[in-house]
């Protein structure tokens, strides 16, 4: 409480002052000392600088008491609560407020063991259904049982009395503080001979048995280099390692996690170290606790750093005379790929760092420092003693050079040649000893034979024996045409043109076989070629069922060889039109000639209904409409209008509209109904009239059947179109003013050019006159 009333003057000390401080906390108000109170809980300095800062502020003793006085009365002075309890353990110390997660903090190596204590998973909680211990020592708080059995039944459940008694009816207190299970069990059944006469003899058919029922709680204290230190509430059953964990274990930045002292009764009776268990899950030294034990854990005396190529990288805390081969074994020793020949050391002197090199040979004897980097590097990744062969051998790969010191014995190492393994070249690629590339071109054909001497390999030689496709362009030919899946395909000697059709799925439905052609390249003979050519062209005929004609049977085809397939000019799939609207029978037609036109499929259609409107008809074609005059169609059907139809034509026949469009340039944009002899004018009146921004001169009219029709001039006469049924009448409007307008860099060229021929005019006039 103190504590918190000397934080509370802190504020006063910096913003008021000594004089004047009696006087001023008098005139405060409750609201101000209480807002004084929540600043002065930020404040960071101790207990011992706020006084020694005040003081020298010129406040004398009366003052504090003042102040303190003050806030005694508001009651803003509380005590800190205890946090509430986890599991079976009760901390009375507050856990020290971790940094919010915005707080970037530079990565470090993790400290060995550091995560045995913060492991969500690892809770070190006392079991507390296990048999009773024959050694637990009884304490205060301890609840016995006391079972009776045989000839009579019982039970007791007596729980400890702080005087270290237990009381059983009609019998005297029996003291059992500070004994065991099995000696508080020979006490009480003494005392219980009394009631049961030959208790636990043999012959007498009457037992007892004690056992411990709940628990009593201990009060344990952790101190020095904990992450949270303070007293904490345990179960009577718990170890040394329960408490460590209750209070986070050893601080990672400071606390020893090889120097753990417990004392009772304020002495030493055992130290800890946790490599023990962490290494060896060495658990001799976790002794259960009693109450008032005290927990020490010291500063680490000495750490080092092991990275690169171990098991477990990280921190590690050294005990004196431990040797550079204790820490590897901490790692878990080398990894795989360990260059363990030599290890790198960093480590600090006075001034600056210096670099060790340590052999394998010295890791028993070396002695590590605190603050020392071990770095173990990796092996190379090269092979001391390899040769490689690839190619067409039946077992390609890397051989040991020791067992294949030739070009013969590798070849054997690797099951031998392939058929297709071309014997006059194989190629070793060597590195000379500037690890400059070689190339060295061996007959192979004749070393296996024994022909020529036998090649010495060295260390890296690859050697690549050439197959014969290699050396040779990928082989192929083509179908295209009236097949089901035309392409390119591999070629393989023998292959007929039955061979290719049959790869390509047969013959389409549309093909003909009595006109094939093969495109054959000319490779060296080009007798019999007219000049300039440099294919040779060969016509065959084949049936539906693949077979040649007997002459054509010889016809094989050879590699690039290119065959095309004819379609019958009698086939073709059907193609169809379709015709909407006001027609008799609409709906999709199958177009029967090339010679079919828009008026064949009006007939086809059964004629148009008495509601169709000619003038409006459309015809589309690929997306795209096209104007036709159909009235003019159904009268003559040899004028050029009558299209030929093609696959997928639409041709729509709507009905007789009775409505007018006008939009544009207008008051009042609508639609309206048309009526016979009404003037283009009446129609845009009805709409309002025109805008100011209208260009009457350019009104026209879209017809219903898509075609424009512009207003005309005569003189200065205008004559509008005259109004269809369906039709829209548009009115554009005048381009923005701003358009026709110079800019200003224009406007003055276009005056500097104007001044300057007035310039010339003027000149020439005068000389003229003179």
Known sequence: MIARLTYLILFFVRFI??????????????????????????????EAQIESLALSRGFTTA??????????????????????????????QPITPTPPESATLPAKPAVFGATLFTSPNLS???????ATPRHYVIGPDDELIIDVFGNAQQTYRPKVSPEGSIRIENLSPVYVNGLTIEQAEQRIVNRLRTLFRGLNTAGSGIYAQLTLGSVRSIHVTLLGQVVRPGTYTLSSLATVFNALYAAGGPDTNRGSFRNIRVYRSNRLIRTIDCYDFLLRADQKDNIRLLDQDVIFIDHYNARIEMIGQVKQPGIYEIRPNETLRNV????????????SASITLYRNTSSEQQIVTISESENATFIPKSGDRYVIGSILDRVENRVIIRGAVFRPGEFSL????????????????????????????????????????????????????????????????????????QRSVSIRGAVNHPGTFNFADSMTVADLIVMAGGFSEGAISSRMEIARRVRYDTSGLANGQNIQLFAFT?????????????????????????????????????????????????????????????????????????????????QEGISIN????????????????????????????????????????????????????????EAGGFTKKAIRRKTYTILAN?????SQSFLVFWRFPKPERGMEIVIPAQPPAEQNRLAPTERAALLTVVGSGLVVILTAVRIFTN
């Open 63 to 92: 003052d504090f008491s003042r102040m303190r006085q003050r806030i005694s009365q508001l009651g803003l002075t509380q005590k800190q609560s205890a946090q509430p309890s986890e599991s079976n353990v009760t901390r009375t």
């Open 706 to 710: 898509g075609k424009i029709q512009p």
């Open 328 to 339: 590897l074994n901490f790692a878990g020793g080398f990894a795989e790929q360990a260059y």
């Open 17 to 46: 002052g000594g004089p004047a401080f009696a006087q001023a906390v008098q005139q405060l108000t409750d609201e101000q000392v209480q807002q004084f109170v929540q600043q002065a809980k930020s404040s960071g300095l101790t």
């Open 542 to 622: 084949i049936d539906r069922n693949l077979r040649l004609n007997p002459a054509d049977a010889q016809l094989t085809l050879r590699p690039f060889d290119q065959v095309f397939v004819r379609t019958s000019p009698h086939y073709e799939p059907q193609k169809s039109v379709v015709v909407l609207g006001e027609v008799n029978y609409p709906g999709s037609y199958a177009i029967r000639t090339p010679t079919d036109r828009i008026t064949d499929l009006l007939n086809r259609a059964g004629g148009l209904k008495s509601d169709a409107y000619l003038p409006a008809a459309r015809f589309q074609r690929r």
């Open 124 to 130: 070190f909680e006392p079991n507390l259904r296990i």
């Open 630 to 685: 159909l009235g003019k169609l159904m009268t003559n059907p040899d004028v050029s209008g009558n299209l030929l139809l093609e696959n997928g034509d639409t041709l729509t026949i709507p009905r007789r509209p009775d409505i007018v469009r006008i939009r544009g340039e207008v008051l009042n944009p609508a639609t309206v109904d048309f009526e016979a002899g009404k003037s283009l004018r009446a129609y845009i009146n």
């Open 402 to 473: 020791e067992k294949n010191q030739t070009l013969k014995t590798l070849v054997k190492s690797a099951e031998g040649l392939r058929e297709d393994a071309f014997l006059n070249r194989a190629i070793i690629h060597r590195l000379r000893p500037n690890l400059d590339p070689e190339l060295i071109s061996v007959d192979i054909g004749k070393v296996l034979r024994s022909e020529i001497a036998d090649v010495i390999l060295q260390r890296e030689d690859v050697v690549q024996i050439i197959t014969f496709s290699e050396l040779r362009q």
